[in-house]
Structures are given as structure tokens and as C-alpha cells.
């Protein structure tokens, strides 16, 4: 199975952008990427997902690498709520393999 | 309401017991999930089903099993507890697609002493 490499934390302050890289060297070109977010407590779930182009949704933006080795997940305004550990995921079957994933501490 | 439930949500249990975590669902998935999570460490997944007669083993099936009585019910048994199946447990649910998002459950902690 392709794998990601994310950072293991990042912070930031409340009100401004976060950007969550993701290293995904092995994908396929069937490979989705999906994130998903776990908050404390909570069951993970989904934030976003593209194949190739860029994406947005209300939750945040997906702007994925020309040659899909690298994406990033964009947070435009961290909130207090944001605060959790973000999944990057290879997708191209049912399975969903999740690492340790970034948390992401957003300070007031 | 919620889409996806999960019962118990907590449990703890003595090696050697046989214990049942049952997950519902009303979104009318085909797919539904079962994960182990422990801690400091993403998800990974022991059972998954596509329908009700069709059952197949994760990454870490051993010592789990289930059973899909229903579309909307998915269960997961351990046989015969042991502590390191200590861990957060979670159910999840998809509709067909092979890369369609996966609704997860709130959760089961189960201890086993």
C-alpha cells in the first residue's frame, strides 16, 4: 500500500491559516487522498478528498502537487475547534490506513 | 440522532471473557467497518463487510470475529479477552464506492484486565 509521511505536530494561533503537508512519493495514479480529521474523544471524520486538482469545501482546501507526490491540507482560519489530529490517507480501494497523523494545537 | 452508534461505550472486562461490541446504522450504507485504535497510533482495521453475506478479515483479525446481522448491524466479538486487546474501538460505514468517505462511529473503550 503507498504510504504518507505528515509532520508529527504543528501549531498555530487562533484566527490565522494552517498549512499540513503530506508526503505521498508512491502514490498511484488510481490513488485518492483523502484527509480526515480525529477530534478529542471523537471518531475520525472526513475533511476532504481530490484525485488531482485542487479542492475546496467549507472545511478547508486541498491544493494537491503537479505530480501528486506532495498535498497540502489548508485551514484558512484555525479555530479553537480545529484543534485535533489530521489524518492524510491514500485511497483506492475500501481500505483506509491510517498513520499517527499531524495533531494540530491551535493556541488562543 | 446519530448515524452511526456504537454500544457500549465504554467496558471493562476480565481476560478470558467474551465480549460484543455492536455498531447500528441508518444511512443505509452496504459497507461497514471495524478498527482498533491504540494509543498515540492511527486507526487499523480488523473486519470489514460490503454486504450482509460477505465478511472479510483486516489487518489484524486475530482473535476477533464478527457477524453482519443486518445491513444497518455490524458486530464485532472477542472470543476470549486478553489486555492487549485493550483499545479504542470504531466502527465506520460507506456506501459502494471503493473510495467513498467512511462515517465513523463515537467509539468503544474497552479495557481488559
Known amino acids: 500500500d503507498a504510504k504518507t509521511t505528515q509532520p508529527n505536530s504543528m501549531e498555530s494561533n487562533e484566527e490565522e491559516p494552517v498549512h499540513l503537508p503530506c508526503n505521498h512519493s508512491?502514490?498511484?495514479?488510481?490513488?485518492?487522498i483523502h484527509w480526515y480529521r480525529q477530534l478529542p474523544s471523537q471518531g475520525p471524520e472526513y475533511v476532504i478528498h481530490?484525485?488531482?486538482s485542487n479542492v475546496n469545501n467549507r472545511m478547508a482546501s486541498l491544493a494537491i502537487a503537479e505530480d501528486r507526490k506532495s498535498s497540502t491540507l489548508i485551514l484558512h482560519r484555525a479555530t479553537l475547534r480545529d484543534a485535533a489530529v489530521y489524518y492524510c490517507?491514500?485511497?483506492?480501494?475500501?481500505?483506509?490506513?491510517f498513520g499517527a497523523g499531524t495533531t494540530v494545537t491551535v493556541r488562543a | 440522532d446519530a448515524d452511526v452508534t456504537q454500544t457500549p461505550r465504554n467496558r471493562i472486562t476480565k481476560t478470558g471473557k467474551r465480549i460484543m461490541l455492536e455498531c447500528s446504522q441508518t444511512?443505509?450504507?452496504?459497507?461497514m467497518y471495524w478498527y482498533r485504535q491504540d494509543p498515540g497510533l492511527g486507526l487499523r482495521l480488523i473486519y470489514y463487510?460490503?454486504?450482509?453475506?460477505?465478511?472479510n478479515k483486516g489487518e489484524i483479525s486475530d482473535g476477533y470475529s464478527v457477524s453482519r446481522q443486518a445491513q444497518a448491524k455490524f458486530s464485532l466479538s472477542l472470543e476470549s479477552a486478553i489486555p492487549n486487546q485493550t483499545a479504542l474501538y470504531f466502527c465506520?460505514?460507506?456506501?459502494?464506492?471503493?473510495?467513498?468517505?467512511?462515517?465513523f462511529g463515537p467509539g468503544t473503550r474497552l479495557t481488559v484486565l
Open positions: 490517507i491514500l485511497i483506492n480501494d475500501y481500505k483506509l490506513s
Open positions: 463487510s460490503f454486504d450482509v453475506k460477505d465478511i
Open positions: 444511512k443505509g450504507h452496504d459497507r
Open positions: 508512491t502514490i498511484s495514479g488510481t490513488d485518492y
Open positions: 481530490g484525485l488531482t
Open positions: 465506520a460505514t460507506s456506501f459502494g464506492r471503493s473510495t467513498d468517505t467512511q462515517y
